[in-house]
């Protein structure tokens, strides 16, 4: 799959190396399906150990107690996630400006979200507002602008005033199966363009 600029040592995700992706043949005539098992096992654990397991531990952290001190850090985390799934999927090397596009687009393509977007709602514009008062603001000054974190309740519950109330518990585990069903979609070999784009992306990482 070509040279890389990065040790064949690096790791890029745990129990995997730069040379563990490079010695895989991924190309639409070639590849095995073995080699397209272990691709996505890199992906796998990348992806867990840095988002899925952390927000895990914070929210499983908080059970018993009266209440909730890590919504912040949870959604910190999945708002992150929800970037980087999309950023996969759409095979970016960079996301500089792009990151309202990825997230907007996951969110107004993903069941889980639209599923509570009251019929009188434009989906895109509660997409952006969730990426301006959630994940902006959290990430630029460590609080969140009319969202509030619950540990119960709907996923997602739009007020009329702006209020956004967000289900951390919930939005996780349905982030979760999110990308257990990207998994599942790069292990189909009929999804050539999103196993492309993959490939691509991971091609960058390991560069």
Known sequence: MGSSTLPDNFEVAPGYRVADWTCLTLDEQNSSPE??????SI???RIRSRFIEPAQLLIDSDNGKGRGTNGFA????????????????????????????????FLT???????????DKDAGKLAASVFEQ?????????????????RRGELFVFHDDGRIEINRS??????????????????????????????????????
């Open 74 to 105: 949870v959604l910190a985390i999945d708002f992150l996630l929800i970037e980087t799934i999309q950023g996969f999927r759409r095979g970016l090397t960079n996301h500089n400006g792009q990151s309202k596009a990825l997230f907007q687009a």
């Open 35 to 40: 080699d397209w098992a272990a691709a996505i």
């Open 134 to 150: 959630g994940r902006c603001a959290l990430h630029h000054t460590g609080s969140t602008d009319r969202i509030v974190v619950r």
């Open 43 to 45: 992906l796998d654990a």
């Open 170 to 207: 919930l939005l996780h585990q349905e982030l979760t199966k999110a990308f257990d069903d990207y998994l599942a979609a790069l292990n189909d070999p009929a999804n050539t363009g999103l196993r492309k784009k993959y490939r691509q992306k991971m091609d960058h990482i390991c560069s």
């Open 109 to 119: 393509s993903w069941p889980a979200f639209t599923a509570c977007v009251p019929a």
